[in-house]
C-alpha cells in the first residue's frame, strides 16, 4: 500500500488489529500529551517494523515523511507467516526487542545529554541502518543522510527548543563536522567525531 505524504496510517489509540513493515520512505512517530501537545517518539525507515508491540490499540500515531510503501498484515496471521516463513520467528522477536532498546536509548538521550550530545547521538542514529554504531566511530569518509523531517520535528524528537536545534547545526557546520545543503539531507563530514560527542568522548 501507498501513504501519501502527511497522512497518517496508524493512529493512537485505534484497535491494533495489523502491524505493517515500511518497504520504502520515512514516517515520523508521535503521542500526544494529555494537554494535546505532541511527543515525537522516534523515526521509521526502510524495513522496520510498525505496530508489531501493539496490545489491544496502538501506543503512538504513524505519519508518512513523504509518499511512503508499506506492507501490511493482520495480528491475527503472524502465526500463519512463521509457520510458514521459519526464519521470520527470529526477525518478529529481534524487532519485539528492538523496541524496548530504541526506548532506554531515547530515555538515556532526554535525560542526561547535553543538546550538542542530543545532536550528534541523532545524526549518529540516522546514518546507523548503513554503517552501524561501532563501525562509525572509525568512520573518516563523509556520509549523506536524508532528513525529510523538519527541524521542528528534530527539536521535538530530542525535547530541545527549535532555536536550540537551530543553533547547534549551526555550530557544527563551522566546526567542519557536518554541511548542510536545502532542509533535507546533511552531510557529516567528520562521522567519527560526532560519534564521540555523541558518546560524551573528548578527542585530544
Known amino acids: 500500500m501507498v501513504v501519501s505524504s502527511g497522512r497518517c496510517f496508524i493512529q493512537e489509540g485505534a484497535p491494533a488489529h495489523d502491524f505493517y513493515v515500511l518497504t520504502g520512505g520515512r514516517a515520523k ?8 501537545r505532541r511527543q515525537i517518539v522516534g523515526f521509521a525507515e526502510l524495513g522496520d517494523f510498525l505496530g508489531l508491540t501493539s496490545s489491544e490499540t496502538y501506543a503512538f500515531t504513524a505519519e508518512a515523511l513523504g509518499d511512503v ?3 501490511r498484515f493482520p ?15 527470529g526477525r518478529l522477536q529481534k524487532e519485539a526487542s528492538s523496541e524496548l532498546v530504541k526506548m532506554q536509548s531515547r530515555l538515556m538521550v532526554l ?16 546514518a546507523s541502518p548503513c554503517c552501524g554504531h561501532h563501525a562509525l566511530h ?4 563523509p556520509i549523506t543522510l536524508p532528513l525529510p523531517m523538519s527541524r521542528t520535528d528534530i527539536a521535538d524528537y530530542l525535547g530541545l527548543t527549535i532555536e536550540t536545534v537551530s543553533r547547534t547545526f549551526g555550530l557544527f557546520r563551522k566546526e567542519g563536522l557536518i554541511s548542510v545543503k536545502g532542509a533535507s539531507s546533511v552531510t557529516l563530514l567528520a562521522p567519527g567525531v560526532l560519534s564521540d560527542i555523541a558518546n560524551g568522548i573528548k578527542r585530544d
Open 138 to 141: 572509525d568512520e573518516q569518509e
Open 69 to 71: 510503501t508499506l506492507c
Open 75 to 89: 495480528h491475527s496471521a503472524i502465526d500463519r507467516l512463521v509457520e510458514r516463513f521459519p526464519r521470520l520467528r
Open 29 to 36: 512517530l508521535f503521542t500526544l500529551m494529555p494537554d494535546g
Open 111 to 126: 535525560g542526561r545529554k547535553t543538546a550538542r550530545e542530543r545532536l550528534a547521538s541523532f545524526l549518529v542514529e540516522q
